[in-house]
């Protein structure tokens, strides 16, 4: 399974702040899912978006997707030290696999 | 969401052994599992689809005689590493398909061939 692409790939910013992860993508998608991975764990569902939506939101979290740009983003909002982690996309095309992007990680300063 | 176990968490073990890693779907009968492996710093990459009762299928570049997958029921699916090395060593995780097109992740086994 051939990865989309994730910038940047590291993001390092203040408590307080926002982060903004992009992600891009190669082929057409039923739908993109957003995953966190603390280091060293396995991965946490965080949001799945479907390719007939443009925006979604759950708690601090926001994301886009622009199908005519193959492309996503995740919007986290007044970032806490408990948000270093990092950061998936994955997409979901034929046969419910997933095909993971380079990932960001995320580091949250207190 | 679906509970998803990995046993161990990790294993070191020699090069030319076998090492089990077990995934266990702990409150959802899954039919479909997957398996991947991630290096570190890195991505992951899925290996292979582990189907109940069938054959698994296996991502292109992933030998099926070094990783033995067996699905046997709906709760349990199990990777088996032959005669690893250690290119082999990485963390390897494992997740369940859901019911609402998600996906849920094992914690992973780190796996280590001296």
């Known amino acids: 399974s051939q990865q989309g692409e994730e910038d940047p790939q590291a993001l390092s910013i203040q408590e307080g702040e926002n982060a903004t992860m992009n992600c891009s993508y190669k082929?057409?998608?039923?739908?993109l899912q957003w995953y966190r991975q603390n280091s060293g764990r396995g991965l946490v569902h965080l949001i799945l978006?479907?390719?007939?939506?443009r925006e979604k939101h759950s708690g601090r979290l926001r994301v886009t997707l622009d199908t005519s740009k193959k492309s996503s983003s995740l919007l986290i909002t007044a970032s806490r030290a408990a948000d270093t982690a990092s950061y998936f996309c994955?997409?979901?095309?034929?046969?419910?696999?997933?095909?993971f992007g380079g990932g960001t990680r995320l580091m949250v300063k207190p | 969401g679906a509970v998803v176990s990995q046993h161990p968490s990790r294993v070191i073990c020699k090069s030319g052994t076998s090492v089990k890693i077990e995934c266990r779907s702990l409150?959802?009968?899954?039919?479909?599992m997957f398996w991947y492996r991630q290096f570190p710093k890195q991505s992951l990459m899925l290996m292979a689809t582990?189907?109940?009762?069938?054959?698994?299928?296996?991502e292109q570049g992933v030998e099926k005689d070094k990783f033995l997958i067996n699905h046997a029921s709906l709760t349990l699916s199990t990777l088996t590493v032959t005669s690893a090395h250690p290119e082999d060593s990485s963390f390897y995780i494992c997740?369940?398909?859901?019911?609402?097109?998600?996906?849920?992740f094992g914690p992973g086994t780190r796996l280590t061939v001296l």
């Open positions: 997740s369940v398909m859901g019911s609402t097109d998600t996906q849920y």
């Open positions: 082929t057409s998608i039923n739908n």
């Open positions: 978006i479907r390719s007939n939506e």
């Open positions: 994955a997409n979901n095309n034929a046969g419910n696999m997933l095909t």
């Open positions: 409150d959802f009968q899954a039919t479909t």
């Open positions: 582990s189907n109940e009762g069938s054959k698994a299928t296996y």
